[in-house]
């Protein structure tokens, strides 16, 4: 009975070090402090965050390809495709001579977690007994979790370690290549998901599988619940997608399209990638300086791995729907509060701080500083107002700082490079010189509740640590039918990935634009929304088989 207990674990133990590979892609966001000038980015820009989210573009294309490819040559082999991706990534973009080649890594990474993010929790709910289904499909998200964290200490020991920036970020994203090598390698311990065998005819070896999952009696009733469904999923494979697609989006799979797509979307328009990839800039904005802004990203990657192993002891015992309700209404209430401590932030700078930011006597310093000292003593309550009126000034000096030309060469001779007009180039001029300086002048010039801004990031971690985040892949795992399953998953997870790649890409441009606490409150109302809907339509799914579920939700008129 004990081999039963602890064999599905084993397998989800392993198989879920896919989840891992999402948290471990976060590495770039410590990263790009330092390749951001290495490859001439400027602050603020949609470039900028690409370089973050084009992982997440890769992402979805990864989640829409990969049910079909799961169905074709197996959820094991997938896996091992993926793995190979993410090694080549974390190799390649630690080794890029420039940003083409470097978002080209990233990109083939993203495939990888792709394929991962639909793949995982669809392989591991498949060989999973229902009354511990919540529990190991949350392992996923344990992964995560871990993932995020590893990265963030990576980051930590990089950087008090290595001294050239150059070569900080190359180490920072180079050294995850450890962790989908160890995948590849462990996956070979891991049999096919016994639905997959079942489709295949493969009668004989799924029987053995789910025996040692289970025992006799469990393996012989399971096996009659999934042959039951067997049929209508060899039906569909015969037919080919086509058929596949328009059962999928039949009139009696509306409730389960709303379900799986609404949450699916609401994980990531949470903002909780943008908080986990850009949780330095965000601390940083929160007047946590330097190297404190990574040490408190340290705390976030904790938080979510012992709030995640929480959610999986309570998943199976309190239910999906009470989870979500807790988590993503502590998750809204987070960001009100982070929408409050921004609004009430003040900026200010004196003496010593223009020093701090520009005292060095250089050329460029000097130019700076005598921008600076007209902003000596004033208190500005809008982090909008004050670096806009920094960026704007500099931009007023702009053609003086050419004329001159004895200050920021070489940003000057790159950008006459470009052979721009006049304008554009005066334009590009002033805001790489205030890319360059904005951050340090963050530092000294913020006067803001940072604890409370602490407080809240956290809690936001664990309401989401709590809910969307495992619940998320528990449910897209239960209430798509097994006959599109691969492709419901799919689609799903293709609209999350969307989802993700366009806030992560946005977040530099909505926090240079509209300023944290607009941003912030934006992502609280989405979480109203969420909640709205939870409470109308989703229902529970706890301790009931795939094909219960799958006869409850299915409306057939």
């Known amino acids: 009975m004990n081999q039963y207990k602890w064999y599905p674990i084993f397998l989800a133990s392993i198989v879920s070090i896919g989840g891992l590979l999402l948290g471990i892609s976060a590495n770039v966001s410590g ?27 890769a992402t979805f294309i990864g989640t829409f390809t990969a049910g ?47 394929i991962c993010l639909v793949v995982v929790p669809m392989f591991i709910a498949e060989f999973s007994p229902s009354n511990k289904r919540g529990f190991l499909v949350s392992f996923n998200q344990l ?58 005819g493969r009668e004989k070896e799924t029987l053995r599988l789910l025996t040692k999952i289970g025992g006799d009696y469990y393996a012989k009733e399971e096996l009659s619940q999934i042959q039951k469904t067997t049929i209508s999923s060899e039906t569909n494979a015969v037919n080919g997608i086509r058929s596949q697609w328009k059962e999928l989006f039949s ?86 509060m982070s929408t409050y401590s921004f609004q009430q932030a003040t900026y200010q700078i004196n003496k010593s701080d223009i020093n701090q930011v520009a005292g060095s006597g250089s050329a460029e310093d000097a130019i700076i500083a005598e921008i600076l000292t007209k902003y000596e003593g004033k208190v500005y309550h809008n982090e909008i107002e004050f670096f806009h009126a920094f960026r704007d000034d500099i931009r007023n000096s702009a053609e003086k700082i050419y004329t001159k030309n004895v200050a920021f060469l070489s940003t000057i001779n790159e950008l006459k490079d470009k052979n721009l007009d006049q304008e554009s180039f005066l334009k590009e001029l002033a805001f790489s010189v205030y890319s360059t300086y904005k951050d340090d002048l963050l530092d000294v010039s913020i006067d803001i509740k940072s604890i409370l801004v602490m407080i809240s990031i956290l809690a936001f971690v664990i309401g989401f640590s709590i809910s969307l985040g495992p619940i998320t892949w528990a449910l897209l795992s239960e209430i798509f039918p097994g006959s599109v399953r691969g492709l419901g998953i799919s689609i799903a997870s293709t609209l999350n990935g969307i989802t993700s790649f366009l806030v992560v890409t946005i977040l530099p441009i909505e926090l240079e634009q509209l300023g944290a606490s607009l941003t912030f409150l934006i992502y609280g109302i989405l979480m109203l929304i969420c909640i709205a809907l939870v409470i109308k339509y989703y229902p529970e799914t706890k301790g009931k088989s795939l094909e ?9 008129d």
């Open 31 to 57: 990263a790009s402090e330092f390749y951001r000038p290495f490859f001439g980015l400027k602050v603020g820009t949609f470039m900028e965050g690409l370089g973050v989210s084009i992982a997440m573009l």
């Open 68 to 114: 079909s490819i799961s169905d074709k040559i197996g959820r094991k082999k997938s896996l091992l495709l993926a793995a190979f991706l993410f090694s080549f990534c974390t190799i390649g973009s630690g080794l890029a001579p420039n940003y083409t080649f470097f978002l080209i890594s990233r990109f083939i990474g993203g495939l990888g977690i792709g």
């Open 143 to 200: 992964n995560v979790g871990i993932g995020f964290l590893l990265a963030y200490l990576i980051n930590s020991i990089v950087l008090q370690y290595v001294s050239d920036p150059e070569l900080i970020w190359r180490y920072m994203l180079g050294v995850g290549v450890i962790f989908p090598g160890i995948y590849f390698i462990l996956l070979f311990f891991v049999p096919e998901s016994p639905r997959w065998l079942m489709q295949r």
């Open 251 to 336: 009139k009696k799979m509306r409730l389960i399209i709303l379900i799986g797509f609404s949450v699916a979307f609401f994980q990531m328009a949470s903002g909780f990638n943008s908080v986990m990839f850009f949780a330095p800039k965000i601390f940083r904005l929160a007047g946590f300086s330097g190297s404190g802004s990574f040490l408190q990203s340290n705390l976030i990657g904790i938080t979510m791995v012992l709030m995640t192993v929480v959610s999986m002891f309570l998943i199976d015992r309190l239910g999906r729907k009470p989870l979500l309700l807790i988590g993503v209404s502590i998750m809204g209430l987070a960001m009100l």
């Open 548 to 556: 219960q579920i799958e006869k409850e939700l299915v409306k057939i």
